[in-house]
């Protein structure tokens, strides 16, 4: 019997479901991309596999229950995109159907419990840095606490960077060149907060007025990728309403924020604001890509130093947002800087959002193998830019014994500045 996925029942998202379901073809280009099918070596937790998976639930013909380990184990990374010759936007799929899922699935009161500490924490700085604190006081004691809160602990540093306020208002040095908003982000705020004032300074020293709007909020990404549509909504609604129209971009510093918020039209799919976030989105942009737009930069002087540097391409810039010479070009055109690439580049670090938390084994087992490719290099540096994957790689090289510093992009360059 032929099924139908019935678009109308699983509201203004069926119809984005629907379209990624008939574009896969099932060649199975995305399987060898897929760092979950690497790790577990079944057809259902392959990107071809998990299409199947879902279209039947969506038709009617398989039990959610069924399809959600599957479904949960995938990290969101996107590798299939790009690898796919048919142009399946998996990501109209993935979230709206785990979106669909939080409604309907079963779960324990402690699964319950974790996920609304993750949901109520993460997206807001003040909370986070507060939890954190608390958390670096009983990290050595982790091993008596329950399996399933050692992740988180095993994330945070035992103490945290120094607080860093932000104001409002950023003048350009020189000429202006440009005027920008800046998202300063949840997670960074707390765990990196130097990534936003490197992010400052070398827009400043290029004469790019920098506004970071005091009303905005979590840009949403965690909550969507988790399934938490209302949540969404809600942060994504709070920036469209923060930031400023007088502005010549809207700029992002860590991937997965910017990948989250040019998914903003599908959150607010069917709502009134739908054609304001596909205007905003069009803003949305990464800082490498800004600074690239903007044409030639003050040059970065010349220290006499010699220094390799590994990149790993976050996957949300460069497959969620097709983002990977701008971020190269930047740390290239620092003297004496030697970029060297990673073995396996296109593979997830594992972070990936709470993916670190949910899936703590597959998370685990990618997160060494990229702090093991960084090693091969012998790169001094390894840079990248997104706060998850440098929190991810930072943990491995430590357990690997490695001193290898992590670095944003930007925190590489604005350090070339000061040389």
């Known amino acids: 019997m032929n099924h139908e996925i019935d678009t109308s029942k699983h509201g203004p998202l069926g119809g984005a479901m629907a379209e990624a379901v008939r574009s896969c073809v099932h060649c199975g280009f995305c399987l060898p991309a897929c760092p979950t099918y690497g790790e577990l070596g079944r057809e259902s937790d392959s990107p071809r596999g998990r299409i199947v998976l879902m279209k039947e639930v969506l038709e009617g013909a398989m039990e959610l229950e069924a399809a959600l380990p599957h479904v949960d184990a995938c990290l969101g990374c ?3 995109e ?7 936007q998996y990501r109209d799929l993935i979230s709206p ?8 699935r079963e779960v324990g009161w402690g699964e319950k419990l974790r996920r609304r500490m993750v949901l109520e924490t993460l997206p807001y700085p003040e909370r986070f840095r507060a939890g954190a604190r608390m958390a670096g ?3 050595p004691m982790a091993g008596l606490l329950p399996k399933a ?3 988180m602990l095993e994330l945070l540093p035992v103490v945290l960077p120094k607080r860093v306020r932000l104001e409002e208002f950023y003048p350009a040095v020189g000429e202006r060149r440009g005027r920008v908003a800046l998202l300063a982000g949840c997670a960074q705020q707390v765990l990196d907060p130097d990534i936003n004032v490197a992010t400052i300074e070398v827009l400043t020293r290029n004469g790019v007025e920098v506004v970071v709007p005091q009303g905005q909020g979590c840009c949403g990404a965690l909550s969507w990728h988790v399934g938490d549509h209302e949540s969404a909504k809600g942060f994504a609604r709070r920036n469209l309403g923060a930031f400023p129209n007088d502005v010549d971009a809207v700029l992002t510093n860590a991937a997965g924020c910017g990948s989250g918020i040019h998914e903003y039209p599908l959150i607010l799919r069917g709502t009134e604001d739908e054609e304001g976030a596909r205007k905003f989105v069009t803003k949305v942009c990464d800082v490498s890509v800004y600074l690239a ?4 930069l003050v040059a970065v002087p010349d220290s006499g130093r010699e220094l390799t540097v590994a990149y790993h391409d976050a996957c949300h810039l460069s497959n969620g947002q097709g983002v990977r010479k701008e971020p190269r070009n930047l740390l290239k055109a620092v003297p004496g800087l030697r970029l060297v690439e990673l073995r396996d580049a296109h593979l997830c670090c594992g ?11 597959i998370a685990a087992s ?4 990229k702090a093991r490719a960084v090693l091969a290099t012998g790169a001094t540096v390894v840079a990248s830019g997104n706060i998850g994957c440098l929190t991810q790689l930072q943990m491995h090289l430590q357990r690997l014994g490695s001193e290898v510093r992590v670095r944003h992009t930007v925190q590489v360059l604005r350090d070339a500045y000061g040389a």
């Open 78 to 80: 996107l590798a299939c």
């Open 82 to 88: 790009p690898a796919c010759p048919s142009g399946v």
């Open 97 to 104: 159907f785990r979106a669909m899922a939080a409604r309907e």
């Open 137 to 139: 006081w009983v990290k």
């Open 149 to 151: 809160l050692r992740p």
């Open 293 to 296: 737009r903007l044409g030639e």
């Open 351 to 361: 972070s990936a959002g709470t993916y670190n938390i949910d899936q703590p084994e």
């Open 366 to 369: 990618l997160g060494a193998q």
